[in-house]
């Protein structure tokens, strides 16, 4: 009599229990053999009862490993759980061999109706309960606790689950056992490795034994090391058990955690079991297939199903023969598609000294240990940098599942799947980047659809800075789809039933709850990057009314830049954006009003900050232009008067007034005399050094080109050189650290050539500007022939001065000095 004979009694055939580790190749080999041997009448499965109806979809051709099996809450959808099942998982195997060989399937853990509800009690203690009899029920649901390392438990994703009982390792248990202090080596050559050495034993043995060890294992760790949910599952397993040996025309076969194999088989009245269940809450679910990966299978990728190496394990169960050179030559091609040199030569070698290495480690076969180390001798010649390339690709590996198109799906991810087809954008596992021209209009949709996807909390893409070009007709996103943003999905449903729609609905939603000025226009900002007029219009409204009734300056001039690229990104997308453009002419109407007395008698981080603000402003004035908004007309010249009234006003901090006059002078409405005057002040012996100090900073600090400023005009130069030479000693100190500060931000060729000119001293430099002693290169007027042959390229980047605004989003006066 076998081990999977005992508990047979009063003549009825006992149920065929087939203890399995999740996700491992060993397991799914030998319950596919178990299968064929015992042909059992019905095959009853770990995982949710409510997935019943989906189990059809298993034998569907569109239905492609790695997927999972996600479950959530109607009524709150980011409340779920995932059944992770890759092709090398026994359960999977199970599925398809019952579909294959038309045996009826059925799935027989807790269902999710009680093990989310059961989640949410323990998180809020809110959830209503229900009390049921749960021995006639096969509906919802299955206990989706994270797995840990163990062989028998349940599969679930602990991103989604809340945090599992910390709990014994039965693998680390046996392992240790049997003296070996690696689990997974351990696992790899009892189960893995033994399909591939040959021997054509009983197909039931690696059950008898897996079920004996974990039978005594339990009598030790029983009541210390698991937790009350585990024979909450037990007890329910056990009815449904009860119930398809009533039903069945056959023998009943059972592929579930080897954990659960002693509690199933253990005699326990039908009454007991159903009192264990009296109680337990419920909540209504929905379930259904979503791709996965191999990366999220992986416990690197956060997932905790004692599996490192699920491209390997892949591997294992796919290798007909010969694993370890198929393996090999897989790792050869993916190197050799990087630059490697790899040859024939190298494959060999490495073979030899992986079947070497396990030799004298004592094991079957060579196993991923043995692999790894050959190719790092033989293939990369014993660096681990293109180890790590090997490790990414194929032995976590970038694969992503597919789930056939009649999968119960949200309206929301029908309506997503329809764009991505679309528009020929298909979620992939691996990381790429994606470059869009705004100016096309596939890839402007395809911007659109990303941006609303973030609008949504769909994480799917992630802008990034764009290669060759800053312009605002193109843009980088870097992509890769993970299982989870299925449940952001699911949960973005109920905005609406499009991506659109529900776009549109959140942005409105986000604007009455927004905390502050800003945040309104960032979202103003999205939506028109998102492409959602109906939603801009209400924001417009409220962002209207934040902006009429916010006084702070410093609020007002964070909003005005997000606006102002609101604008610009509307001119690149075709976007009517006059509203818009009348709210930022206001907002900088009022900003010019409460700037100068919002600089007042500030403290040293509150004038820093002010600085920025100035800045910021200053940029966002540039872009938006005279002409933006009917009755706004002449902002460019009120806010240079704002800028004199701060330059001139010693009640305002010293970095301030000297970025004022900087960028005075840089907009030409300063002369280079008047701004050597306004410094000669700022330095007088009458000023403070620190003030002094914190002049220069505004000035030439914050990264503006002020060394280059200082490199080509000798008179700056002289003024800061003299008034540095005499600072007192005492007030050196003080100011030398806000001075290293300004200068250290310069480019170090800027520095040298600034040492140097200090070095030569005043009489030997004479002025940057005039030929002689001054620096090689630098001529005594401006060459207008040599600066004329510019403007052909400049004319073709922006086009005439007439059209400037409509193609670039720039107005036509930042075209001065370029003649059509």
């Not at 790092?376 to 970038?398: I, N, T, Y």
Request: charged share 25%; proline share 6%; with cysteine.
């Amino acid at each position: 009599m076998t081990g999977t004979d005992r508990g047979r009694g009063g003549g009825a055939p006992g149920p065929l229990l087939l203890g399995v580790r999740h996700h491992g190749p060993g397991s799914a080999r030998a319950v596919r053999a178990a299968l064929e041997a015992a042909r059992p009448g019905i095959v009853l499965i770990e995982g949710p009862p409510e997935a019943d109806a989906l189990i059809p979809l298993a034998a569907d051709e569109d239905m492609r490993p790695p997927v999972a099996l996600l479950a959530h809450a109607v009524d709150e959808p980011g409340r779920s759980a995932f059944w992770p099942l890759a092709e090398f998982s026994p359960e999977w195997v199970a599925l398809r061999w019952a579909l294959e060989h038309d045996v009826p399937a059925r799935f027989i853990d807790l269902p999710a109706a009680h093990s989310l509800a059961w989640r949410s009690d323990e998180d809020t203690q809110g959830e209503d309960t229900e009390e049921e009899d749960t021995e006639e029920e096969d509906t919802e649901g299955e206990d989706a606790e994270t797995a840990g390392e163990e062989p028998g438990a349940g599969p679930g994703d602990p991103s989604c689950a809340s945090a599992p009982e910390v709990r014994v390792d039965p693998l680390a248990a046996l392992a240790g056992a049997a003296g070996h202090d690696d689990p997974e080596r351990w696992w790899e050559d009892v189960v893995e490795h033994q399909g591939h050495g040959g021997g054509d034993g009983d197909a039931l043995a690696p059950f008898t034994a897996l079920e004996e060890a974990m039978a005594a294992l339990r009598e030790t760790e029983e009541g210390g090391g698991h937790d009350g949910r585990d024979l909450v599952r037990e007890a329910y397993m056990r009815l449904q058990v009860r119930a398809a040996q009533r039903d069945a025309a056959g023998s009943v076969a059972v592929v579930c955690g080897a954990w659960h194999v002693p509690a199933l088989r253990r005699k326990v009245t039908a009454t007991a079991d159903r009192a264990l269940l009296k109680g337990l809450p419920r909540t209504k679910v929905d379930l259904t297939w979503v791709p996965w990966t191999y990366r999220r299978l992986s416990r690197s990728g956060g997932y905790g199903a004692g599996i490192e190496s699920p491209g390997w394990y892949a591997h294992l169960f796919g290798a007909a023969d010969r694993p370890v050179e198929r393996w090999l030559t897989k790792v050869a091609g993916l190197l050799r598609d990087e630059g490697r040199t790899v040859s024939s030569a190298h494959v060999i070698e490495a073979v030899r000294l992986a079947g070497t290495l396990a030799v004298l480690r004592g094991r079957p076969l060579a196993g991923l240990g043995e692999t790894t180390d050959a190719v790092r001798a033989v293939m990369c010649d014993g660096s681990d940098v293109p180890l790590a390339l090997v490790r990414d690709r194929l032995v976590v590996g970038d694969v992503l599942g597919e789930v056939p198109a009649g999968a119960p799906a949200v309206p929301l991810q029908r309506d997503l799947a329809r764009v991505q087809r679309r528009l020929r954008l298909k979620p992939e596992a691996r990381l790429r980047e994606l470059e869009l021209d705004l100016r096309k209009d596939t890839d402007a949709s395809r911007s659109r659809l990303l941006h609303r996807l973030r609008l949504l909390g769909v994480g799917w893409g992630e802008p990034a800075a764009s290669r060759g070009s800053t312009g605002t007709f193109r843009e980088t996103w870097r992509l890769r789809w993970e299982p989870e943003l299925s449940v952001r999905v699911a949960e973005a449903g109920v905005w609406g039933t499009t991506v659109l729609a529900a776009a549109t609905a959140k942005a409105e939603a986000d604007a009455v709850t927004a905390r502050d000025l800003a945040e309104v226009t960032a979202l103003a900002e999205r939506c028109l990057s998102a492409g959602l007029p109906d939603a801009l219009t209400p924001v417009m409204r409220i962002l209207a009314d934040r902006a009429a009734l916010d006084t702070d300056v410093g609020h007002l001039a964070r909003a005005l830049p997000a606006l102002v690229r609101s604008l610009r990104y509307g001119d690149v997308r075709g976007t009517d954006t006059g509203a818009l453009a009348e709210v930022a002419a206001g907002l900088a109407e009022r900003v010019f009003v409460g700037l100068p007395a919002a600089c007042a008698a500030l403290d040293a981080d509150a004038a820093d900050e002010m600085r920025g603000h100035v800045d910021a402003v200053h940029g966002a004035v540039g872009l938006l232009g005279d002409t933006s908004a009917p009755g706004h007309g002449g902002l460019r010249s009120r806010w240079q008067r704002v800028l004199r009234t701060l330059s001139t006003r010693d009640i305002v901090p010293g970095v301030v007034r000297g970025r004022a006059v900087r960028l005075l002078l840089d907009d030409g409405v300063l002369a280079a005399d008047e701004a050597a005057r306004f410094m000669g002040l700022a330095l007088s012996r009458g000023t403070p050094p620190a003030d002094a100090a914190a002049w220069i900073e505004g000035f030439v600090g914050g990264g503006s080109g002020g060394g280059l400023l200082l490199l080509h005009d000798e008179r700056l130069l002289a003024l800061v050189d003299a008034w540095l030479t005499g600072v007192a000693a005492e007030a050196f100190t003080e100011v030398l650290p806000l001075l290293r500060r300004t200068f250290a931000a310069y480019e170090p060729g800027v520095r040298r050539s600034l040492g140097e000119l200090v070095r030569r001293g005043p009489e030997a430099r004479g002025r940057v500007t005039t030929a002689g002693p001054g620096i090689p290169g630098f001529a005594a007027d401006l060459d207008t022939e040599r600066a004329d042959a510019v403007l052909p390229v400049v004319r073709l980047l922006l086009g005439p001065v007439g059209d400037a605004p409509a193609r670039t989003g720039l107005d036509g006066n930042d075209l001065v000095g370029v003649d059509a």
